[in-house]
């Protein structure tokens, strides 16, 4: 899953995160008909920048692979950067 901050998580280990580190913020902004109630109140800080990740704002990531490298293949990296307000890289 990816948040808001534009890093990426595994499902189970977001979650579990969440799930050790969050808060839940029911009392001070209700949702109002959301179709999982209580999905947009679970918050915690991302742990690797600190902007607050929202359960219910994760959004789904697909990952694939484009070639197998092995031991020893040089690898090339790209960084990617993403304006402020955008959800796409």
């Known amino acids: 899953r990816v948040g808001e901050c534009g890093h990426s998580f595994c499902l189970p280990c977001i979650l579990q995160y969440l799930q050790a580190h969050g808060k839940d913020t029911r009392a001070l902004a209700p949702p109002r008909g959301s179709p999982l109630p209580f999905a947009n109140t679970i918050t915690a800080p991302c742990p690797l920048c600190n902007s607050w990740l929202v359960m219910g704002k994760l959004r789904p990531l697909r990952a694939t692979p ?10 090339s990296l790209t960084l990617l950067r993403r304006r402020s307000g955008n959800p796409f890289v």
Do not use: A, C, L, T
């Open 66 to 75: 484009v070639r197998k490298y092995e031991v020893g293949n040089s690898v």
